[in-house]
């Protein structure tokens, strides 16, 4: 049970700090962001509709998992390593 608290535990971790990691640099991209007018010409009144990228709902929940098994796994071996010293 320990060792299933601590996988979890690393993979909220790893998953906050991408997250927090993005978010952050958005704000930096956004805040240092100056526009140039002047190299964009006329500006076109015209509308274009297309598609987006949206990802899997499955996405999250596949990465989380894969996660805290990779975290559990190494928290394994380097228990095994260190008892056999």
């Known amino acids: 049970m ?4 601590q ?11 991408f997250f ?3 978010y952050v640099a958005g704000i930096i991209r956004t805040m240092n962001y ?3 007018f002047e ?3 006329s500006l076109t009144s015209e509308v274009t509709f297309g598609t ?12 989380f998992i894969s996660v805290a098994v990779i975290a559990g796994a190494l928290i394994t071996l380097y228990r095994s390593k260190s008892t056999a010293y």
Do not use: E, M, Q, V
């Open 34 to 36: 100056t526009p140039d």
């Open 52 to 63: 987006t990228y949206t990802s899997s709902p499955l996405l999250l929940p596949i990465t």
């Open 2 to 5: 320990k060792l299933f608290l």
């Open 20 to 22: 927090l990691g993005t």
């Open 7 to 17: 996988s979890i535990a690393i993979s909220i971790g790893i998953h906050l700090l």
């Open 39 to 41: 190299a964009a010409g």
